[in-house]
């Protein structure tokens, strides 16, 4: 059976994203970028909140498209296209390539299928967000394990990851890596009842 992992970028005090949805305090390092890549790598499945597809696809085309990105960038973009990527949406939309949309209009439907994508999964699906499916994942108990790249910033105002939960959840620290950048990779496993 497959493992859910939800992959994020952090500020220290819990925002995915600025209040207008900025990203600009994300850490640009080496490190995190060739930890993204190996989780990449060993995933069989990408699963993705409608909001943030197809923005995420096509921001990874761009960098794949441009002749000056880094080359640890291409590899994350052609992994991204190389994997199969589910998306969750509560309405039909248009998918790229081989991507599946899958439309579900209820928790209960949203945890039916992702039970099942793990069921016929064997390895890992790797998901990151947007913040509303990833606060759904979190709260509905279905992520095994979490990636968080803890980024050395205080935004103060923003999207906070853990907000609307109704129970706590005990996670077992597996790794933490600190980075060039002082950003914080903290790997752990959710702690199932």
């Known amino acids: 059976m497959g ?5 994020m970028m952090i500020t220290v005090d819990g925002m995915v994203s600025g209040p207008n949805g900025e990203l600009d305090w994300i850490a640009d390092d080496p490190g995190i970028s ?18 943030s597809y197809p923005g995420m ?5 761009a960098i794949m498209a441009d002749e000056k990105s880094e080359p640890a960038m291409k590899a994350i973009g052609q992994a991204m296209r190389d994997t199969r990527m589910v998306i ?22 949203l945890i ?51 907000t609307d939960l109704s129970h706590s959840s005990r996670l077992r620290l597996v790794k933490s890596v600190t980075h ?8 752990y496993a959710v702690r199932k009842a």
């Open 112 to 162: 039916a299928d992702v039970q099942r994508l793990k069921e016929e999964t064997e390895g890992t699906l790797v998901s990151y967000g947007g913040v509303r499916f990833a606060r759904s994942l979190i709260r509905l108990d279905l992520v095994d394990e979490l990636h968080l790249d803890v980024c050395p910033i205080i935004l103060g105002k923003g999207e906070p990851l853990f």
């Open 34 to 51: 060739q930890d993204h890549l190996e989780r990449l790598q060993q995933a069989e499945v990408v699963v993705l909140g409608g909001a």
């Open 3 to 7: 493992r859910l992992t939800l992959q």
């Open 180 to 187: 060039e950048s002082g950003a914080a990779e903290m790997h």
């Open 88 to 109: 969750y949406s509560h309405q039909e939309k248009p998918a790229t390539g081989d991507d599946e949309v899958h439309v579900i209009t209820s928790d209960e439907e």
């Open 57 to 61: 696809r096509e921001a990874w085309d």
